[in-house]
């Protein structure tokens, strides 16, 4: 659990823990499980967007 919490910290997720949980709760269901993964996957996705627009600024400031 903890390595899993890990990458949704990683990825900037307020809701990190709660969503590890989510994950390897065995009585959640399928549904409440694939949302929780694609948030992850959109803030991972946001984060690379947001690094890249920031380095494409800087270089651009330089």
Known sequence: Q?????LFKNSG????EERAKIILATD?????KTRAL???????????LQFLTLR??????H
């Open 13 to 16: 997720d307020k809701k990190a």
């Open 38 to 48: 694609m948030a992850l996957k959109q803030r991972r996705k946001d984060k690379l």
């Open 56 to 61: 494409k600024y800087r270089i651009k400031v």
């Open 2 to 6: 903890e390595a899993l919490q890990k």
């Open 28 to 32: 959640q269901d399928l549904e409440e």
